[in-house]
């Protein structure tokens, strides 16, 4: 049974920092890219950062992000990680964690059921 559990997530003040953590199980976990995705109250879900499943491990973030936060990943606990510094209230929202793979054609495609940011003094 392939699961996505996310955690870490609360009511941070500005400037303040967290770190989600999404646990992976069910699949080959260091097979697949992962990545985070955030919807606030009334938009659409966005993607904020992204790590490959290659050893190289190339990251990308949004724009609005860069600079402030760290996507990071550990095979051996089947972790992906999310290091928020800086934070901002335009940061508030459901944070998920998504783990895509193409395998022979085929799409693998897992979310997780998110985690709520909130930013606020």
């Known amino acids: 049974q392939v699961q996505l559990v996310e955690s870490g997530g609360g009511l941070v003040q500005p400037g303040g920092s967290l770190r989600l953590s999404c646990a992976a199980s069910?699949?080959?976990?260091?097979?697949?890219?992962m990545s985070w995705h955030r919807q606030a109250p009334g938009k659409e879900r966005e993607l904020v950062a992204r790590i490959s499943s290659f050893i190289a491990r190339s990251t990308d973030y949004a724009e609005s992000v860069k600079g402030r936060f760290i996507i990071s990943r550990d095979n051996a606990k089947n972790t992906v990680y999310l290091q928020m510094n800086s934070l901002k209230p335009e940061d508030t929202g459901a944070y998920y964690c998504?783990?895509?793979?193409?395998?022979?054609?085929?799409?693998?495609?897992?979310w997780g059921q998110g985690t709520q940011v909130t930013v606020s003094s």
């Open positions: 998504n783990a895509v793979s193409i395998k022979r054609g085929e799409r693998y495609d897992y």
């Open positions: 069910g699949f080959p976990f260091s097979n697949y890219d």
